[in-house]
């Protein structure tokens, strides 16, 4: 079982960074595969990126890609989403998910766990 808390949302100005985190509960926090999705308000729930177990791999969705990092920590139990360059389109509702073994998935319905999300609005 892993619980997951997200941080690090509000309110920025585009062009602005922030950066989510995600902490997870448990022992086994290095064996997940961890990704962020976001759902913006009318709109279906979509992949942002995700990271497998060790850090050495991570996938962006076409919209974030060059402007998003994704990293973690596995000594803190925590992944994190730096959000640079944002723009008003990226305003959502952020979740942190996980789900086990070593493929990057980018379907929601393949990860097991979810937190509870953190809003991030993006002003123009």
């Known amino acids: 079982q892993v619980q997951l808390v997200e941080s690090g949302g509000g309110l920025v100005q585009a062009g602005g960074s922030l950066r989510l985190s995600c902490a997870a509960s448990?022992?086994?926090?290095?064996?997940?595969?961890m990704g962020w999705f976001r759902q913006a308000p009318g709109k279906e729930r979509e992949f942002v990126a995700a990271i497998n177990w060790s850090g050495s791999s991570t996938y962006y969705a076409d919209s974030v890609k060059g402007r998003f990092g994704l990293s973690r920590s596995n000594a803190k139990n925590t992944v994190y989403l730096q959000m640079n360059s944002l723009k008003p389109e990226d305003t959502a509702v952020y979740y942190c998910?996980?789900?086990?073994?070593?493929?990057?998935?980018?379907?929601?319905?393949?990860?097991?766990?979810w937190g509870q999300g953190t809003r991030v609005t993006v002003s123009s």
């Open positions: 998910a996980a789900t086990g073994g070593v493929i990057i998935y980018t379907v929601a319905a393949r990860y097991n766990y």
């Open positions: 448990g022992r086994t926090f290095g064996n997940y595969v």
